[in-house]
Every structure is written in C-alpha cells, then in structure tokens.
C-alpha cells in the first residue's frame, strides 16, 4: 500500500565504499525525484526524472549517479562515499513535473564513518 | 541560492491555540507554493497548496494565505493538537525556471505543548 517507498531504511558505511539506494513509486506518476535533507533539515533537490529522462542535475558531484529503468523506479548510486554524504536522502514523485504535488518517501538515512 | 525562508525557526505553543507559521520568499515569479509537514523520522507530507492567482486557501483546520504584495506565505493551523509537531516547510515553484523543481524553505519546528 505504501506509494512511495525506499530501500533501505538505514545505511551505515565506510568511507570510499560505493552504495545504491532504491524508490519506487506505485502511484503511475510520471515524474520522480531525489533530495537530500542535511543535519539542518535543510531539503536539497539533487535530481529529477520525467518518464526516465533525466530532467534536472543541481551540481551534484558525479559520484552520485541517478537511474531509472522505468517511470516507477530511481535508484541513487554513490561512488566513493565520503563523510559530508551522511545525511537523509528521499525520493518522491509527482504525476507530473507541471506544479503538480510531489509525494515523497520515509527517507534513507545514511551515515558515513 | 534559496528564495524561501522563515522568520521563525521554532514555535511553541499550547494544545488548542492556533498556531500561525510564516515564510518569506524572494522570487516574485514564484506561482505555485506548498506547505509540507515533516514528522520525526519521516518523510515530508503534503498538507495544502496554493496558486499565485489567489490569496487564501482553506483545508481541515489549516488556512493558507499569499500575500504577493510583500511576497509572503503563513500556515495558520486552527486548534492545534500534539499530533501537529513536526518540522513546517514551505516550498515554491517559479514559473520562469523549471517547473519539476520546488525550492525549499528552512523549516519551522512547531512544539505542542499538553
């Protein structure tokens, strides 16, 4: 039932490890999203796909790889993980990327050592 | 750099009481604004919207106002309850940039106290 989940809940890692985290989405929205919330509560977009094309990149280093096999999944892959990634990161979607509402999931909480 | 911020970082106030949230944006292009409610160890959730072609807009105890003027949004939450505590955000949507992009303000923490 859950419409937008992320797996997993909780990663715990050591530096310069590569890791992926997972979302998907089973409202039939065709746009998703990826943001990252610091120790702040400070919400940073990171990237947006529209029907698995990507449509934004805000500067975020290219260790941070975005992909979407379809227009339910977006996967976060990290390279080389470093120290300032420890932060929460979730995934949403909306139907549309046109001011429509943008759903997001309970977030993955990451903490790099 | 961010558009959207908040006069107050936290707010505390008494079951029952209203309780009246506000931000403050930059960009007067924005056309499209949301409020989103963040509880302790989970995502953001949805609570009300509001279009820049109107000022105010009404849910289950919770008003949106829009004042394009001095470019301000406020959350009014009518007889606050515990279950309201959580982080506040507000966020925007400007129409000459993209439209899957919302800028996010820094959050308000609301405190009920019993």
């Known amino acids: 039932d859950t419409a937008v989940s992320q797996t997993p809940k909780y990663l715990v890692t050591q530096m310069g490890n590569d890791k992926s985290i997972k979302c998907e989405q089973n409202l039939g929205h065709d746009t998703m999203y990826w943001y990252k919330q610091d120790s702040k509560k400070f919400l940073k977009i990171m990237f947006s796909y529209n029907n698995k094309e990507l449509i934004i990149n805000e500067t975020v280093p290219n260790r941070f790889s975005p992909k979407s096999p379809d227009k339910a999944h977006l996967n976060l892959h990290i390279n080389s993980l470093e120290l300032g990634d420890s932060a929460v990161y979730f995934c949403a979607s909306s139907r549309s990327g046109w001011g429509e509402t943008q759903y997001f999931g309970p977030g993955t909480r990451l903490l790099v050592l | 750099g961010e558009s959207v911020g908040l006069h107050l970082p936290t707010l505390s106030v008494q079951e029952g009481d209203n309780s009246i949230i506000n931000c403050a944006y930059s960009?007067?292009?924005?056309?499209?604004f949301i409020w989103y409610k963040q509880e302790s160890g989970k995502g953001p959730q949805f609570i009300i919207d509001?279009?820049?072609?109107?000022d105010k807009r009404q849910g289950q105890r919770v008003t949106v106002l829009l004042n394009k003027t001095v470019k301000h949004l406020s959350l009014q939450i009518a007889a606050t309850q515990p279950g309201d505590s959580a982080v506040y955000f507000c966020?925007?949507?400007?129409?000459?940039?993209?439209?899957?992009?919302?800028?996010f303000g820094k959050g308000t923490l609301l405190t009920v106290n019993p």
């Open positions: 960009n007067s292009a924005s056309d499209y």
């Open positions: 509001i279009r820049s072609n109107m």
């Open positions: 966020a925007e949507k400007w129409s000459g940039g993209s439209n899957y992009k919302l800028t």
